[in-house]
């Protein structure tokens, strides 16, 4: 038997905790910025995916609570730009230590001992350790919910360009054995992508 919430009778906690305990396991954006000062800034966010192939497109979002941008969010609206780093089994450790809640004047690249590169197309870091980055133009926020603690924006990116390790290249597949991407899951859990398994779909 299953118990219903009405959306509409529950806080947002109580949402949130259903959102990211069922929607599993959750690609994480390692979002590489600059600010308008040029503070580099390096944040991972689980509300991330790729969306569109035409143009490459990936979307994020992060919480504005009662209305204060995060570092991440008022760095890609004064700049245009951002980069995505996909996060590995490598780099899972280094990720953490960046998702901590620290002063817009702090460049996470220095309190994770990351290296820093700087795209080739955008104006924003990228992280070397990575073994792939996008480069991306924002092409579009969109605010979501009224003004409060969960209120967010989705934070929309064009991909101008890739940069992907080769030894998990086969043309332009990816070994996804050879990745190792880690995944989110609810509360502090996380999971790797070792358990692969294939099927073929209905002509």
Known sequence: MKQSFDAAEHDDVDLYKLLIGLVVPRPIGWIGSRSADGVRNLAP???????????????????????????????????????????????????????????????????????????????????????????????????????????????????LAVHVDEVILDGTRIDQAALKAVGRMGGPLYTRTRDLFSLDRPS
């Not at 979307?59 to 609206?77: C, E, M, Q, W, Y």
């Not at 073994?131 to 605010?143: D, G, H, M, T, Y």
């Open 45 to 159: 966010f689980s509300f991330f995916n790729a969306v569109a192939a035409s143009p490459p497109t990936v979307v994020f979002s992060t919480i504005r609570p009662h209305g204060h941008h995060k570092d991440t969010l008022a760095n890609v609206t004064a700049t245009g730009v951002f980069t995505v780093n996909i996060v590995t089994e490598e780099v899972i450790d280094a990720m953490n230590v960046t998702s901590g809640a620290y002063e817009s004047e702090v460049d996470e690249f220095e309190v994770s001992g990351l290296t820093p590169v700087n795209g080739s197309v955008v104006d924003a870091p990228m992280v070397a350790e990575s073994k792939a980055n996008f480069e991306c133009r924002l092409s579009q926020i969109v605010p979501i919910g009224e003004d409060g603690p969960m209120a967010a924006s989705i934070v929309i990116g064009e991909i």
